[in-house]
């Protein structure tokens, strides 16, 4: 079996999401290629190389691959889409808006979300808001997936250096434009990759208070910072902030979750941590079916308590 990986990446480095995509993508047994479309993405094309298992990484560099706009990057993979039998991205952004743009142009259905490779064919994903675990058996001629890369450890950067290939550019009309784009910058750690994440609630109360609260506390443990839905639609957390279902799904050592009641939706971004503290003053919040540890009390007096206990 052959499989193509599409990596996300900054034109420099890797990103995490794709170290991870690719533990799911070798679990298919057989080859995995990587293809890095960009531009001025050698360093990306030769960081994508020395992970374990690839067999080969393919570059595409041109100004049409700048911003990695779906449209041409569909064109670029659907051209060379007949030499794989798996085509495979990490159910980021990106992928999430490129892929199934490939299954319908190749007539075969997507799998989504994949948290486990059971066999070449055989699958693992949640439904019903992560409530439930389907197994999918795809009998389509090219398998076409996402990878829900919390689920699945990074594969290491320590290979013996596969080879770099440039790939044909193809020709492609396309409708859509980029504009511009807005990088939010931060020195705490990327909220999708992060070991330990602090995450506020509606309970916080305002922005102000999500920022005094939560922000020293995050800063102490180096942690990323989170929220629930409920405090991002209140105006306390910009929206990449937010975990959950129809946010971020994140799987850090450490999920610390204050005043959040926990939701369905935003259990199922997280439940998956390694461990998980809950302070909520409701003895009767969901999130405490799901924590590890649970604090019943007021946050407002837990979290410096916490912070003073940390030194």
């Known amino acids: 079996m052959k499989t193509l990986l599409i990596a996300d ?4 480095t890797v990103a995490d999401a794709t170290t991870k995509a690719l533990t799911a993508a070798r679990a298919l047994g057989g080859e995995v290629d990587i293809l890095v479309a960009g ?3 050698q360093s990306a094309a030769e960081a994508s190389a020395k992970l374990q298992g690839v ?3 393919l570059l595409a560099d041109a100004e049409a691959y700048a911003h990695r706009l779906a449209e041409p990057l569909a064109a670029l993979v659907l051209s060379i889409a007949p030499g794989y039998d798996a085509i495979v991205a ?5 992928g999430k808006n490129l892929l199934p743009r490939i299954a319908a142009r190749l ?3 997507q799998v989504s979300d994949v948290t486990k490779v059971a066999g070449p064919d055989t699958f693992e994903h ?3 808001a992560g409530n439930a675990i389907e197994v999918v058996k795809n009998p389509e001629r090219v398998k076409v997936f996402t990878v829900r890369t919390a689920a699945f450890a990074a594969t290491p950067a320590d290979g013996a250096g596969a080879p770099v290939e440039a790939v044909a550019v193809p020709v492609a009309e396309s409708r859509a434009t980029f504009v511009r784009e807005e990088m939010a910058k931060s020195e705490r750690p990327e909220l999708g990759s992060a070991k330990v994440i602090v995450s506020g609630g509606r309970a916080l109360g305002s922005a102000e208070k999500f920022n005094e609260v939560l922000l020293p506390l995050a800063d102490k443990l180096g942690a990323a910072v ?3 839905r409920a405090a991002v639609d209140a105006g306390y957390a910009p929206n990449d902030f937010q975990v959950g279902q129809t946010g971020k799904i994140v799987a850090p050592e450490l999920y610390i979750a204050l005043g959040i009641s926990g939701a369905i939706q935003h259990l199922a971004g997280m439940k998956d941590s390694k461990v998980i503290v ?3 003053k409701d003895e009767e919040a969901p999130i405490f079916q799901v924590a590890d540890f649970g604090l019943v009390a007021d946050l407002f007096q837990a979290v410096p308590q916490i912070e003073a206990a940390l030194g």
Do not use: F, L, R, T
């Open 9 to 12: 990446h900054d034109n420099q």
């Open 39 to 41: 531009q001025g993405a």
């Open 55 to 57: 067999a080969k990484v």
């Open 90 to 94: 990490p159910a980021s952004s990106a």
């Open 107 to 109: 007539e075969v259905m």
């Open 126 to 128: 949640p439904i019903y």
């Open 226 to 228: 989170g929220a629930s």
């Open 278 to 280: 809950a302070v909520n």
